[in-house]
Structures are given as structure tokens and as C-alpha cells.
């Protein structure tokens, strides 16, 4: 959880400017309440952090499902939540690798 949320919180940092390495949980939720985020999304970080919190301050041990799910909404959250642009880049990307393997492969 520590590894899980202190990328989450670097990348909070980076793509909302929310000083969220140095903040606390309840902090990150105040400052990114303005930002855009759709309710799902603060809902799910809310989530994350509450329960990353208990697992660092409260010593809880989630079950392994739990902390699986945490990891693949994470990726969904950034996923949701990136720039349009670096969508637009990586789906080009994603074409051109594409179509030059056809064109390897005839």
C-alpha cells in the first residue's frame, strides 16, 4: 500500500499540482475536490487512502482481493484521469506499432 498509494500521490502531484507527497490524506481530498474529478474518482481515492492509512498507522492487514482491487482501480483511476493528449499519443503509438506489424507480417 505504501509503494501503491506514494505513486498515486506523486502522480496526483504531477497532474493536478496538489503538493500530495507532503500532504495528509485529508488534505489531498480538500485540495483535489476542485480539480475535476469526478465523484467516482474521489470516491475511490478517498478509499485508497483510508485504507492505506490503516494499513501504515493502524497495522490492518486487508485481504490479498482488496489490495488487488485497490491496485487495478489505481490503474483505471490513472487511466480516466490522464491528460487527453498523452491518450491521443499513446493510442498513435499504439497504430503504428500495429500497422507496421502487418506490414512485417505480409
Do not use: W
Amino acid at each position: 500500500y505504501s509503494e501503491l498509494t506514494d505513486t498515486l500521490r506523486a502522480y496526483l502531484e504531477g497532474r493536478y499540482g496538489v503538493p500530495a507527497l507532503e500532504q495528509t490524506s485529508k488534505e489531498i481530498m480538500q485540495d483535489i475536490r476542485y480539480k475535476g474529478l469526478s465523484s467516482e474518482d474521489q470516491d475511490y481515492l478517498q478509499s485508497l487512502l483510508f485504507t492505506s492509512d490503516m494499513v501504515k498507522f493502524a497495522k490492518e492487514n486487508p485481504s490479498s482481493s482488496v489490495a488487488v482491487d485497490h491496485l487495478e482501480r489505481a490503474f483505471r483511476f490513472i487511466e480516466r484521469t490522464r491528460p487527453v493528449a498523452e491518450q491521443h499519443a499513446e493510442q498513435e503509438d499504439s497504430n503504428t506499432v500495429a500497422s507496421h506489424n502487418m506490414t512485417s507480417e505480409t
